[in-house]
């Protein structure tokens, strides 16, 4: 996800890019006016459409590119853009105020009335180099998108493993998976 540069609620450094949206395969699309945010979809993701949505809201209030009062796109700009069925997109949004972070006001739109754990923007700014020449480390040795998130994702398990911390919601069921540590 990235962030609009033209934005006031972009807070990003030089090397970020804007939270950009497109159809289903993945092209840029339109963004509803006074939005901060675009939203993009990966059809091969698995991941169904409505939480794609609820994720790209999720990491953009994590990161500070939503801050309380932002508008969220309108359904039929949504709807627009991503040539997807409104009840999607109104799933997701419930979804959002369901969890305290957004709230609809009839006539006007979506606005975000929470945010999420952030980290500070130095501090983020930093981790993002590091995280970028990661990366490229990555690539260089040969890892495709696939491999370096499933390397991500171990690294990542084995981290929470290691320091003893499940996030909520997911108590046990690695354990009863038998996947642990396996991505």
């Given at each position: 996800m990235t962030i609009d540069k033209g934005s006031s609620q972009a807070g990003g450094s030089a090397g970020d890019s804007p939270p950009t949206s497109g159809?289903?395969?993945?092209?840029a699309a339109g963004r509803g006016p006074g939005s901060a945010i675009e939203f993009r979809l990966d059809a091969a993701s698995g991941v169904p459409t409505y939480l794609q949505l609820v994720h790209q809201v999720e990491h953009a209030l994590r990161l500070g590119y939503l801050k309380p009062?932002?508008?969220?796109?309108r359904v039929r700009d949504?709807?627009?853009s991503?040539?997807?069925n409104p009840n999607t997109v109104l799933k997701a949004y419930r979804e959002l105020d369901t969890k305290g972070l957004t709230a609809g006001r009839p006539g006007q739109g979506t606005f975000v009335q929470a945010t999420?754990?952030?980290?500070a923007l130095p501090e983020l700014t930093a981790l993002h180099?590091?995280?970028l020449g990661w990366l490229a480390t990555a690539d260089a040795a040969g890892l495709d998108e696939d491999g370096i998130v499933a390397l991500f994702t171990s690294a990542l398990r084995d981290f929470r493993g290691?320091?003893?911390v499940v996030p909520p919601g997911k108590q046990g069921r690695e354990r009863r998976s038998g996947t642990e540590g396996v991505a």
């Open positions: 159809g289903r395969d993945g092209s009062g932002d508008q969220l796109p949504v709807v627009a991503l040539a997807i999420l754990n952030q980290v180099r590091s995280l290691v320091r003893g």
